[in-house]
Nanobody
Framework: VQLQASGGGLVQAGGSLRLSCAAS????????MGWFRQAPGKEREFVAT????????AYADSVNGRFTISRDNDKNTVYLQMNSLKPEDTALYYC?????????????????WGQGTQVTVSS
């Protein structure tokens, strides 16, 4: 299984980025997908998740209204559109996949993880 995250970069506060995560080696449409992030010296935290069909989504309070998660099951890809970025959004962003019915905001629920893509927001 491979989850290849891309789209990170350096952006000024208020700017936008779109992250992508291309999955292979798994039945993508059978997996709930999630995005997590980890800043230096901090624990990995939940950002957003989307159900297998893409009908339902959930977000961390800190990004709700600014970030949008979506997926294309034909392309085996999940996206994270990030708008109105803030310096506190700076982190390594990871995509993750799971077929578990566990708590979808917990990292431990997810089985497969990508390598991460760096997002840096300057003030």
């Amino acid at each position: 299984v491979q989850l290849q995250a891309s789209g990170g970069g350096l952006v000024q506060a208020g700017g936008s980025l779109r992250l992508s995560c291309a999955a292979s080696g798994l039945r993508f449409s059978a997996n709930r997908m999630g995005w997590f992030r980890q800043a230096p010296g901090k624990e990995r935290e939940f950002v957003a998740t989307i159900t297998r069909s893409g009908v339902s989504t959930a977000y961390a309070d800190s990004v709700n209204g600014r970030f949008t998660i979506s997926r294309d099951n034909d392309k085996n890809t999940v996206y994270l559109q990030m708008n109105s970025l803030k310096p506190e959004d700076t982190a390594l962003y990871y995509c993750a996949a799971t077929t578990s019915l566990g708590l979808h905001t917990k990292a431990a629920t997810y089985v497969y993880w990508g390598q991460g893509t760096q997002v840096t927001v300057s003030s």
